[in-house]
């Protein structure tokens, strides 16, 4: 990773856990079992209109980031022509919850990611770190009374940076001009660049395609539509596929620039991934509505998959004046210690926890707090591993997230790809609340499974 606030150095290695963590076989296998159901949700939510009106209208007036994106998505509603054919490259996140030693040990969903899901590269090559150790080392051997007794067998494959790779390909291949390329928005100075790297270099050597990387600012002076047929042009090459690493916060636009840029790409006839409208079903409001008694039946039909879902689920309520909203503004002001209140946001950092929601609640009116939903807090089983920063090992008490990566590629008819790809496993301290690796709190790792 390039390097932040380290004297001297121009890039860092990855932080990352010395010993691959222990996970539980049936969660993991269930989390796998998902990926392809969450796919299809998504992509079903995004093409309900009126769904997609009702919910981000409850926000818009009060979050004006997500307004924008709203408004930008009504934008692209009645273009002609119009690109039908979407993609996604989801991540789903999972915390196990055990509140107590004897209780049953559940795989329960943080968040889907809907846009710029990042670490397929390097959880890719961190599993492969953890590989050969366990292959050509003694290093995990129970020999040593400090390590567990962990064999290659034991790990998941982790083909999730060959998947994006052939997924990104996929995508390529069905706009069909041979001679295209994929662009891909990233931030002016990014701190992950060499996991975007991966994807890029993997691109051209195992398919032959070019990538151009852009950031948002930088659209309007390298790109542009060739008429009324919308074809994406930058740098004299033919864009079939956008594929966003950047765009899905309000830092990412400084300008009405980047704004006008945004919509450029999404009002040209390359693929996007994912398109705007996949972003507004990836937020924490859509989130609790699909969690609602009934919504979920009006997208997904099977009702094995409707169970399998909804097993995944926590507790998940409004933050408005509704009398379900009310229970809960009440519920969390007399003891906040078992929720987390949530934005509209990506990333790590943004999320309030224990009793600095009273604090919030309580300064915010109530057209601010429906910004947020209130989620019941996940309380994961703790476990000893050393975790490794900027080449400093510290032994510590930790809990771990698992992420299920898919890909998604359908014109709302035909489904070119419902895929898992793999895993990322992200470790931290059990007492840090926030779980992201390029924003600080954790370390990439590989799960063990038992």
């Known amino acids: 990773m390039r390097a932040r606030n380290v004297e001297g150095a121009l890039a860092v290695h990855v932080p990352f856990a010395l010993f691959p963590s222990p996970y539980p076989k049936d969660c993991y296998d269930l989390a796998w079992q998902l990926q392809p159901l969450f796919n299809e949700l998504v992509d079903k939510i995004a093409r309900d209109e009126q ?10 007036d009060v979050d004006d980031f997500t307004h924008r994106l709203y408004v930008l998505y009504k934008e692209t509603c009645n273009l002609s022509p119009n690109q039908k054919i979407w993609m996604a490259l989801n991540r789903s996140d999972y915390l196990l919850h055990q509140p107590s030693a004897e209780a049953t040990v559940l795989l ?47 790990f998941p494959k982790n083909e999730s940076l060959s998947g994006f790779i052939d997924a990104l390909a996929k995508a390529w291949e069905v706009y069909n001009v041979p001679s295209a390329a994929i662009l891909m928005i990233v931030q002016p100075d990014e701190h992950n660049i060499y996991d975007q790297r991966l994807i ?44 966003y690493r950047a765009g899905y916060g309000p830092g990412d636009y400084i300008s009405e620039k980047e704004w006008t840029a945004r919509h450029m790409l999404e009002t040209s006839m390359s693929i996007k991934c994912p398109p705007v409208v996949y972003q ?95 989620m019941d807090l996940i309380k994961p089983p703790p476990f000893k591993n050393t975790l ?55 370390v990439l790792d590989s799960p063990f499974l038992q």
């Not at 990611?113 to 590989?131: C, Q």
């Open 51 to 60: 769904f997609i009106q009702t919910v981000m209208e409850s926000i818009a």
């Open 108 to 154: 329960q969903q943080v968040e889907l990611n809907t846009i710029s899901s990042a670490f397929a590269g390097l959880s890719s090559r961190t599993s492969d770190l953890h590989h050969y150790l366990a292959n050509r080392t003694a290093f995990f051997s129970a020999s040593s009374k400090n390590t567990p007794d962990i064999h290659a067998s034991d």
């Open 200 to 243: 890029e270099y993997g691109l051209f050597e195992k398919h032959g395609i070019p990538v151009i990387r852009c950031s948002l600012g930088d659209v309007l002076v390298h790109g542009k539509h060739t008429g009324t047929d919308r074809r994406l042009i930058v740098d004299s090459k033919e864009i079939a596929v956008v594929y």
């Open 280 to 374: 507004l079903a990836g937020t924490k409001k859509m989130q609790q509505y699909i969690a609602t008694a009934g919504v979920l039946e009006k997208f997904v039909t099977n009702p094995e998959h409707v169970a399998l879902l909804r097993s995944s689920f926590t507790g998940l309520y409004p933050l408005d004046e509704t009398p379900t909203g009310m229970n809960a503004y009440e519920r969390a002001l007399k003891d906040s210690s078992n929720y987390v209140m949530k934005p509209q946001r990506e990333g790590g950092g943004n999320n309030i926890y224990s009793s600095h929601i009273r604090e919030h609640m309580l300064k915010f009116s109530p057209s601010e707090r429906k910004a947020y939903i209130l």
């Open 388 to 442: 490794v920063r900027n080449g400093v090992a510290i032994n510590a008490e930790v809990v771990s997230e698992l992420g299920i990566y898919g890909a998604y590629i359908s014109d709302g008819v035909q489904v070119h790809m419902n895929q898992t790809l793999g895993h990322l496993l992200r470790t931290k301290m059990s007492s840090s609340d926030e779980g992201g690796v390029a924003a600080g709190y954790a």
